[in-house]
C-alpha cells in the first residue's frame, strides 16, 4: 500500500509561530546585551577515542552556567519571564515571572576561566590527564556561543591494583575482598570506579564489624610512570583515620521499643520482655506479637555489627507497614573487656485505626460525567501481627452530556474486604525467597454492581487467595493460585436483549460464566535503582481458568452438559481460557532534562474446551489517555470494524478483542520542577482470533494487520505536584482503520473547523500513561 501524507502549509505557520516567539525573547534584552545560547563541543584525536559521544555529553554539563531551556526553537521559560513583565500586578504575572519563567542567561556571565576549569577537570577524572582545549566565540547583535575544540590521546588505562601490604586485621580483611573489586586492569581510569571501589571495601568491612569505617578513610595513590599511558594504582588508609574505625564491634543487647513517641525524649522502660538471648521487647502494651517484632530484627547477641544485618532489620520494620518511623540507635559498650554496641531500636507506631472519605468528580473522554464517592476503614494492625484489613464502599453516578438528544447513565456500586499479612501462609515449609523482603499473604472478597441505561447491568462477585512478593530491588512477583468470579447479567435494554436473543453463545460466553482459575505476574523495573541514562520496564501477566475444573468434570463426570453446550456446576457454565500480556518499556534520558520514553504492549487470549469466547472482563480493549490518546477509549477495532450508524454513540460491545498491540514513542523535556512538555505518538489495535459475525473486518489476519493499525499523535503538558501529576494530551489522529479510503494516511487541516471538531481530543489524566 502506498502511503500519501498530506503535509498542509499550517504547519509551516506553526514554526513561524515557533520562530517569533524565539525572536520576540531577543528585544526584552538592554542595550549591548547578549542572550548566551549555548556551546558546542567537538572532540579530536589521531587515535580512538572509545565513548566519544558520552565523553561530550559529560563536558556539556559541567560548562557554567547552562543556557536557557529550548524547545525546538522557542526558549518557554524564557518567554513567560518576559511576557509577565518586569513587575507583574497579577498572582498569576508573579506566578509565571518567578515560578514558571526564567531570567535570560547573559554572555556577561559566562566565565571562560571557570568553564575550562570545569572541563579539564572533568576530562581528569575520565582517565584523559593532558587534554587540549581550545574555544571560538560566535558574537551577533544580541547573541553569542562557544564553539570548543577538545584535543585528547586515548584515556589512561589501569595497569595493575595493589591493596594494602600489612599484616594488621583490618589490611587482611581488605585483601580478602580482592575478588568483588571493581577495579580491573586493562580498565579505562575513573575517578568515579576508584569512589565506588571505595564504597565497596568500606560496606565490605562494615559487614565484619567494623562499625565507625568510612569510605573516606580509604586513598588510592595513583603512578602514571610504569608504562606509556597505564597507570598503578596504591590502596592505604589514611594515617589520620579514627582508632574506633580500625576495630571490629559486637552487638550485646537489642532494645526494641514499639510504643516510641517522637514528642518523648527519655521514656521509661515500665516492663520488658526477654525473646531472645540479648533481645527485649520493651513498652508493649500488648500491642505486638513478640515473634511479629523478633523475626524483623536480624542483630544476634554476640556477633559482630553487619550493615547487612541493619538494612534488613530496616527494611523488614518498615515493610510491616505498621511503623511511621523506625529508628536505630548504637550505643558503644564494653562487654567482657572488649568493644561493643547496644542496638536501641525505637518504633513509633502509625494510627491503628483509619475511617477515610473521598468525594470525587469525574469526566471521562467518553462524554461521561458525574460524581463518586468512596469510603474506606483500615485496621494496621488487626490480628496484633502486623495484619493489614481494609473494609471498602465505593460508589459513582455518571451520565453522558454533549451527546444531543441522547441520555445515558451509568450507575457503579461496590464492596471490597482485603486482609493482607506479613508472611507466607502456606500448608507446608518454604525457603525463603528473599530475606531482604517482607512477603504478603493476600485475601480478597468484593462485590461489584454496574448499571448502563443504554445497555444492560452487570453483578459480580470475587473471591481470591494469593502472594506477592519481592526478589529484589527491581523484581517483583504476584501469584494467586485460587481466583473465583461469577458475573450475573441483569436487566437488558431493548437494544441489547434483542442482540442477546440472536447471540445466545456470546451471552454466555461474556456474562453467564464463572471464572474459577489463577493468576501470575513478573514485573523488572530499573527505575527504582539510582537515576541512570538507560532504564528498563517489563511486567508480564499469565491468566489461566477453568484446564483443572474441565479435567475433573470430563474425566470424572461430575458436572452436568449445558443446553447450549459446555459443562457446567450448579446450573452456571465455567470459562476455560489462557491469556498472557506483556508490557516492555525504554526510557532514554538524554541530559538538559529531556527524556525519550517507548512502549510496546501486546497480549493475546485463547478459549478453549468449555469457552468459545472470553469472559467480557478478560478481553482487550485499546483507546483512551494511557492508550492511542487521538482515540476515544474502547472506540478502536477489532481491525477496520466500526460501530454500525444505528448504534453510533452507544455502547459497542464488538469494540474488544482476543489479540492486543500497542507502540508509543514520547519525547518529554521539562521546563522547570513543576511544568513538563511532552511530544508523542501511539500505534496500535484490537483484533479477534475468530471472525464474529457482528464484527465484521475483526478477525486477525498476517497480511492485512499493518494496513489496520490506527496512529495517532499529539502534544502535553504535565504539571508535576510531587504528589501526583495532572496531565493534559491533545491528540489527532494520523491513521485510522476504518475510514476506508485508500490512502492510509488522514489528510491534516488544523485551520479547518470541522476537522478540529471531528479530530482533535483532549485527553485528562493522572500520572504519565507509561
Sequence with gaps: MKAKIHFPSSFTWILLILIAGSCSNMRYLEEGQQLYTGSDIKIESEEKIKNKSEVSSELSRVIRPQPNNRFLVWRPRLWFYNVAGEDPSTRLGKWLRNNVGRPPVLWEDFSMNRSLRLMENRLFNMGFFDPQITYDINEKKNKASVDFVVSLKPAFTINEIFFIESDDAIATNINESKKESLIKPGETYSLSLL?????????????????????????????????????????TIKPNTPSNALRKYKIRNVYVTTTHSLHTRDEQQVDTLEMDNGLYLVNNQDLFKPHTIKNAVFFVQDKEYSTRDHDLTLNHLMGLGVFQFVNLRFIEVENDGKSALDVRILLTPMDKKTLSAELRGVTKSTGFTGPGMSLSFSNRNFLSGAENFILKLDGAFETLIGQGERRTSSLEAGASAELSVPRFIVPFSMAEVSSRY??????????????????????????????????????????????????????????????FSQEVLLRRGLFEQFILGSEFSYTWNT???????????????????????????????????????????????????????????????????????????????????????????????????NSIRAFHPRSLGPGSYTTPEERAGSFDIYQSGDIKLELNAE????????????????????????????????????????????????????????????????????????????????SIKPLDGSWRRNNLLLNLAIGYPF
Design 195 to 235: 569512589r565506588e571501589e571505595r564504597g565497596r571495601i568500606a560496606r565490605h568491612l562494615r559487614d565484619l564489624g567494623y562499625y565507625y569505617f568510612q569510605d573516606d578513610f580509604l586513598l588510592f595513590r595513583a603512578d602514571t610512570s610504569v608504562a606509556e599511558r597505564t597507570v598503578d594504582l596504591r590502596l
Design 527 to 625: 527505575q527504582l535503582r539510582e537515576r541512570r541514562k538507560h532504564a528498563w520496564y517489563f511486567n508480564i501477566n499469565l491468566d489461566m481458568s477453568g484446564n483443572i475444573a474441565y479435567l475433573l468434570i470430563d474425566g470424572l463426570n461430575l458436572g452436568t452438559q449445558q443446553e447450549e453446550g459446555g459443562y457446567g456446576i450448579l446450573n452456571q457454565s465455567f470459562s476455560q481460557f489462557s491469556k498472557t500480556d506483556f508490557d516492555l518499556r525504554y526510557y532514554l534520558d538524554i541530559g538538559n532534562r529531556q527524556k525519550i520514553v517507548t512502549r510496546v504492549a501486546a497480549g493475546i487470549g485463547i478459549p478453549y474446551g468449555n469457552s468459545t469466547t472470553l469472559p467480557y472482563v478478560k478481553l482487550f480493549t485499546t483507546g483512551g489517555s
Design 438 to 499: 517482607i512477603p504478603q499473604t493476600r485475601m480478597l472478597l468484593s462485590f461489584n454492581f454496574m448499571n448502563r441505561t443504554d445497555a444492560f447491568s452487570v453483578s459480580s462477585i470475587r473471591s481470591q487467595f494469593g502472594y506477592e512478593w519481592r526478589q529484589s530491588v527491581t523484581s517483583s512477583y504476584r501469584l494467586y493460585p485460587f481466583i473465583f468470579n461469577v458475573f450475573s447479567l441483569g436487566t437488558v435494554s431493548e437494544q441489547y436483549e434483542e442482540f
Design 667 to 746: 519525547y518529554r523535556v521539562s521546563f522547570n520542577n513543576v511544568i513538563k512538555g511532552a511530544l508523542f505518538a501511539d500505534a496500535g489495535n484490537v483484533w479477534n482470533i475468530n471472525e464474529r459475525e457482528g464484527a465484521p473486518g475483526g478477525k486477525f489476519d498476517s497480511d492485512l494487520f499493518l494496513s489496520q493499525i490506527a496512529l495517532g499523535t499529539g502534544v502535553g503538558l504535565r504539571f508535576d505536584f510531587t504528589f501526583f501529576i495532572l496531565r493534559f494530551d491533545l491528540a489527532f489522529p494520523l491513521a485510522v482503520p476504518y475510514d476506508g479510503s485508500e490512502s492510509y494516511f488522514q
